[in-house]
């Protein structure tokens, strides 16, 4: 599985982004996807997951209310929404593949991972 993501950048505070994580290679029907994101000097954190067969959802308490995950399937892409973007939000955000399809929000049970886009909040 080959995991590539786009839609970084840089926005004010308050701002909104859309991330995309467009899949490739052989998927699995019970995979879960999730992203994470790491901040410099501060270990990768969990942010959202979402399954590909139902389409539920999991959030970091941080996030919730101001992201949103969600997936189209025919395009094998999984998209963040992010919204009321804070400085604090800023890092690389990752995308990850699970593909024991369980909605865990620790790096270790993730097999597949992209190779991050930077974003950037400024205040």
């Known amino acids: 599985v080959q995991l590539v993501e786009s839609g970084g950048g840089l926005v004010q505070a308050g701002g909104s982004l859309r991330l995309s994580c467009a899949a490739s290679g052989r998927t699995f029907s019970r995979t879960a996807m999730g992203w994470f994101r790491q901040a410099p000097g501060k270990e990768r954190e969990f942010v959202a997951v979402?399954?590909?067969?139902?389409?539920?959802?999991r959030y970091a308490d941080s996030v919730k209310g101001r992201f949103t995950i969600s997936r189209d399937n025919a395009k094998n892409t999984v998209y963040l929404q992010m919204n009321s973007l804070k400085p604090e939000d800023t890092a690389v955000y990752y995308c990850a593949a699970d593909v024991d399809g369980l909605l865990r929000s620790t790096t270790s049970t993730y097999r597949f991972w992209g190779r991050g886009t930077q974003v950037t909040v400024s205040t």
């Open positions: 979402i399954s590909w067969s139902d389409g539920n959802t």
